[in-house]
């Protein structure tokens, strides 16, 4: 199975990820740019385990070279073996896959470098900044009762505009979750302003924040510096991940 997948194949082997071959169930068009799969796992939930925001790598071909993307489990279920995958649609190989995926078709995904670990103390506020590729993630941190990070109230910096984030699946709490819409402009120009006009008024205003980063490469690079540097979050308060690259 992991034959032909270049470097990043030969490197995770050597790292002992394991393989496995998911298998399509079910579809669900969620809006015009977003999509939802149900696939059975070939024996991963069993194999691996499940803990908060657990992702798998897919790999895709883009041109004959092995291409692969991070996707974040949806209601993942052990003893059915199966769980959701969601896609954000925009141009690209995945996007591509997953547009045209009916029930039947496989595709291999590898286990490695996934992994959560809970704040200790628990945060007494949790700061979020995300977008449409990392919601399923946003959905696995917060979800819609007791979460991941406890009972915590968050804030959630969106980048998207509440029309186009009309009819995606938010599992947040709007009693205990605020979120706040912004527009992507400027290649994430306009959210870094807008999360270092926000962000250390909260953070000054609780005693143990914890800080959760994962939108575009170059905007999570820009925010997480900002925030270890400038406010001075230290890093076992802080996760930091960039979910694709802006072309």
Same mark, same amino acid.
């Given at each position: ?51 908060p925001t657990m992702w798998v790598r ?56 996934? =992994? ?17 590729? $990392? ?7 917060? =979800? ?20 186009? $984030? ?34 250390? =008024? ?43 690259r802006a072309s």
């Open positions: 199975m992991a034959q032909g997948r270049g470097w990043e194949g030969a490197v995770l082997r050597m790292m002992r990820a394991k393989d496995f071959t998911l298998t399509v169930t079910g579809t669900q068009d969620v809006t015009d740019r977003y999509r939802r799969l149900r696939l059975s796992d070939g024996g991963l939930l069993a194999a691996t385990g499940v803990h897919l790999w895709f071909k883009n041109a004959g070279r092995p291409h692969q993307r991070a996707y974040t489990l949806v209601d993942p279920d052990p003893a059915a073996g199966a769980f959701g995958l969601e896609f954000a649609l925009h141009d690209g190989v995945a996007s591509d896959w997953a547009r045209a995926a009916k029930p039947g078709d496989t595709i291999e995904a590898t286990v490695q470098g996934t =992994g959560f670990t809970s704040p200790s103390p628990a945060p007494s506020h949790v700061l979020v900044i995300g977008d449409p590729a $990392s919601l399923p993630a946003v959905n696995s941190l917060l =979800g819609d009762g007791e979460s991941a990070l406890g009972s915590a109230p968050a804030t959630v910096w969106f980048e998207n505009s509440a029309e186009d $984030s009309a009819g995606l699946p938010f599992l947040t709490d709007p009693a205990r979750h605020e979120i706040r819409h912004v527009p992507r402009r400027d290649s994430g120009g306009h959210l870094v302003e807008r999360v270092k006009a926000e962000l250390p =008024g909260l953070l000054r205003a609780t005693p143990d924040p914890y800080v959760w980063i994962a939108c575009d490469t170059g905007t999570t690079r820009t925010l997480s510096a900002y925030v270890r540097k400038e406010l001075g979050v230290p890093k076992e308060r802080l996760h930091a991940l960039g979910y694709w």
